[in-house]
């Protein structure tokens, strides 16, 4: 059974910090890796998605990597800004058509 | 594109009530999946409906139900509501073989009393 894990569970920092979000799930053998943020009380934004083939995607600020192997993900988001405080989930498929499996995410909050 | 659509927002229910749930997914999206968040947690899958059948479900009783209509759009359905089921209900859409990306809507959040 696939189990994810985010650490940490809560991170505050200050404005325009560099900061590295982590993910880890014990079944290597995914099919893709998505990361979300949610503000409180909404909905899911799909933020990042790597194919199990790839090594690393990137969005504006947003950069995410996959290590397979080690069953590792992390999210790097550069220059934060305020703008930034949520909470960012990390999901995985373990096939095509698969439901996603969440961690409990990281609660971020970004003080200007 | 009007991205994934759910209704009620809100919903306030008592115990021992049912509850219908609406969802209409991306345009373009064939297969939908419903989530429940509990406060504090990650989303956990319930079940997923594609060529209008439910094709897997996740660890949720039979008091969850749901249904996929001719243009993709669902529900879902639960019946004889528990303190428990209070949570955010999140929709999420995508296309059939075509990795597995997902989309979410805004969610439901129903309190039952």
């Known amino acids: 059974k696939q189990e994810v894990t985010q650490i940490p569970a809560a991170l505050s920092v200050p404005e325009g910090e560099n900061l590295v979000l982590n993910c880890s799930f014990t079944?290597?053998?995914?099919?893709?890796l998505q990361w979300f943020r949610q503000d409180p009380g909404k909905g899911l934004t799909s933020l990042l998605l790597?194919?199990?083939?790839?090594r690393e995607q990137t969005s504006g600020r947003l950069n995410a990597s996959l290590d397979k192997s080690s069953g590792r993900s992390t999210l790097y988001i550069a220059a934060s800004q305020p703008g930034d405080s949520a909470t960012y989930l990390c999901?995985?498929?373990?096939?095509?058509?698969?439901?996603?499996?969440f961690g409990k995410g990281t609660r971020l909050s970004v003080i200007a | 594109d009007a991205g994934v659509t759910q209704s009620p927002t809100h919903l306030i229910k008592t115990r021992g009530q049912q509850v219908t749930l609406r969802c209409s997914p991306k345009?373009?999206?064939?297969?939908v999946s419903w989530y429940q968040q509990a406060l504090g947690q990650g989303p956990q899958f319930i079940f997923q409906?594609?060529?209008?059948?439910?094709?897997q479900r996740g660890n949720f009783p039979d008091r969850f139900s749901g249904h996929q209509f001719p243009n993709y759009s669902s529900e879902l359905n639960v019946n004889a509501l528990l303190l428990g089921d209070s949570a955010l209900y999140l929709c999420?859409?995508?296309?059939?073989?075509?990795?597995?990306?997902?989309?979410f809507g805004p969610g439901t959040r129903l309190t039952v009393l």
């Open positions: 999420a859409s995508s296309m059939r073989d075509r990795g597995n990306e997902q989309f």
């Open positions: 079944d290597s053998a995914i099919y893709n």
């Open positions: 790597i194919q199990s083939s790839q």
């Open positions: 999901a995985v498929g373990n096939s095509g058509n698969t439901p996603l499996v």
């Open positions: 345009s373009g999206h064939d297969t």
């Open positions: 409906y594609y060529e209008e059948e439910e094709r």
